[in-house]
């Protein structure tokens, strides 16, 4: 069929079952798997003219998922490390002319995933379908970047970080972390949350669509809001906290629930204490 690229996908993606072993369908989607790969198509992409600053593509989760309806189990690898996947997936391979830095030991970078030039990727590892890892990013140890998340510039994601994915629902917004944002180690983001520039999320904080952030500094409590997902300010230092629970049994009990809270926003001691991240990339 003719038509752009978007009708295409929700056009194959509408026929179910019937897309699949269709050869027109295959191409369509790999045609959306190679511009993806390239970063000339993204799940989510800078837009000034909405609200939130980005404009959600939902059409392009929706050809990733034609893809695994569509994709076939295959036996891929060699005899060393043996794969099995749908075939529509198969193992994603670099070249030193790519630019990214693929440390031994662990690390999987599945296609249809941007990874950009001056990227590091320390094992144990996983960049998802759909991601996009811009210039200069690191992904440490135990680190995962989900399926259409976007992940900026010059971004430090610390040992154990885990940036949530979004294929389902298909209509969910996709985890966003903005340029020169330090994600400490065990944090956690998920539901959609934003990340703007160059905030610091510190060791062992989790954010999701459910979660009230504190700002001391502002005086303000974030939220997400059925138009909006939860979104930390730019510079923000983000901690861990709780806050007590006031009624019933919780109070009865002394029970607290977790509370991240703006401490204070970037300042030059913040960027002494980053100096090192040029001396690791």
Not at 80 to 100: C, E
Not at 233 to 262: D, M, N, Q, T, Y
């Amino acid at each position: 069929m003719n038509g752009t690229l978007q009708e295409r996908i929700e056009h194959w993606f509408a026929q179910g079952a019937i897309a699949v072993g269709d050869a027109e369908a295959e191409a369509t989607f790999l045609e959306l798997r190679g511009k993806l790969e390239a970063g000339e198509l993204r799940a989510a992409e800078p837009d000034a003219s909405v609200p939130l600053g980005w404009r959600v593509n939902g059409w392009v989760k929706r050809g990733i998922l034609l893809g695994f309806r569509i994709g076939t189990m295959v036996e891929m690898g060699g005899e060393t490390l043996q794969f099995i996947d749908r075939h529509t997936y198969p193992v994603r391979r670099f070249s030193v002319a790519d630019g990214v830095r693929v440390v031994p030991g662990g690390v999987s970078v599945r296609t249809g995933a941007y990874v950009a030039k001056g990227v590091a990727v320390i094992p144990p590892a996983y960049v998802n379908v759909g991601a996009y890892v811009d210039e200069g990013t690191m992904v440490d140890s135990h680190a995962l970047v989900g399926s259409c998340a976007q992940v900026g510039r010059r971004v430090h994601l610390s040992a154990a970080a885990q940036i949530g994915g979004v294929l389902e629902p298909v209509n969910a917004s996709p985890v966003i972390i903005e340029d020169d944002c330090l994600i400490g180690g065990n944090t956690g983001v998920y539901e959609g949350t934003v990340v703007r520039k160059r905030a610091v999320l510190a060791a062992g904080t989790v954010l999701t669509r459910g979660t009230p952030v504190y700002d001391l500094v502002k005086g303000e409590i974030y939220k997400a809001t059925a138009e909006m997902p939860l979104v930390i300010p730019e510079g923000a230092v983000v901690v861990p906290g709780s806050r007590a629970v006031s009624k019933g049994k919780g109070a009865e009990w002394g029970l607290s629930l977790a509370a991240p809270v703006i401490v204070k926003y970037r300042d030059e001691k913040t960027e002494l204490s980053l100096v090192l991240e040029e001396i690791l990339r």
